[in-house]
């Protein structure tokens, strides 16, 4: 059963009582099912949790104007007023930023980070535009191609995520991709734990690398968990594991 949030700007599902003790952020597109098996696996004990639906997705409704992160963190803010002191807060993919906003916003609830494939930092060297997409864009800046063409050719050539986002939540998108959290993981001071997908290619394993490096040079205590096999979507493809690291944590 869905629970409202914040005044009804978030929604989510509960699992087990309050105090709640961890709070799971899903990744750009997902939605609170994706931690299902991981809080409530069948034949394992329920942990007092919240799974929230991001704004602009699952039943959270879509934000007024594009946000950042922080703007995601502090829309999540105030449900941490209802969890317990050291909340574990579980991030996948974009959770993951938003966690790290939340840890920065808010570090004396914060227990510890659990961050899956999160893209914390840009792609090492950055991401060069395509040939065709730099010959579009010469071809627009010198009249030859229309700003409506050249719209609607781009919106053809981005990816999934781009070509489904609309409006608010493609400005959005286009925000978040472009953040990069180098200067805030050494300053967090919670345990940290790294888990990644060994065939992970929409968040390659090189960005956890320069993560743990970023994160040790730090306060925090910090671990790397890789799992072969498996890609991105690690809360619904093994869920085993990133229980057991949240029970981990939990028990610290």
């Known amino acids: 059963m869905l629970s409202a949030f914040n005044d009804g700007a978030l929604f989510g599902k509960r699992h087990g009582q309050a105090p709640v003790r961890v709070l799971a952020l899903p990744g750009w597109g997902r939605t609170h099912t994706d931690f299902d098996l991981v809080l409530s696996p069948q034949g394992s004990p329920v942990l007092d949790a919240i799974a929230l639906d991001l704004p602009g997705f699952g039943a959270t409704p879509v934000p007024e104007s594009s946000m950042s992160s922080m703007d995601y963190a502090q829309c999540i803010a105030p449900v941490l007023d209802e969890a317990s002191d050291g909340v ?101 001071s919670c345990p940290v734990t790294l888990i990644w997908g060994r065939d992970d290619s929409d968040v390659p394993l090189e960005v956890a690398e320069r993560a743990l490096s970023l994160l040790q040079s730090g306060k925090a205590d910090v671990q790397l968990v890789v799992i072969d096999g498996v890609g991105h979507l690690v809360p619904t493809k093994d869920p085993t594991t990133v229980r057991r690291v949240l029970e981990e944590m939990l028990a610290k």
Do not use: W
């Open 88 to 188: 574990i807060v579980v991030g996948h993919s974009h959770g993951g930023r938003v966690a790290v906003c939340l840890a920065a916003l808010r570090p004396e609830k914060i227990g510890g980070l659990i961050l899956i494939g999160a893209p914390i930092l840009r792609r090492a060297g950055g991401a060069k535009p395509s040939l065709k997409y730099r010959t579009l864009r010469l071809l627009n800046r010198l009249r030859l191609l229309s700003d409506q063409r050249f719209e609607a050719r781009k919106n053809t050539m981005g990816s999934a995520d781009y070509q489904a986002a609309q409006g608010v939540m493609r400005e959005t998108l286009v925000r978040v991709i472009n953040e990069s959290f180098e200067t805030e993981l050494p300053e967090l």
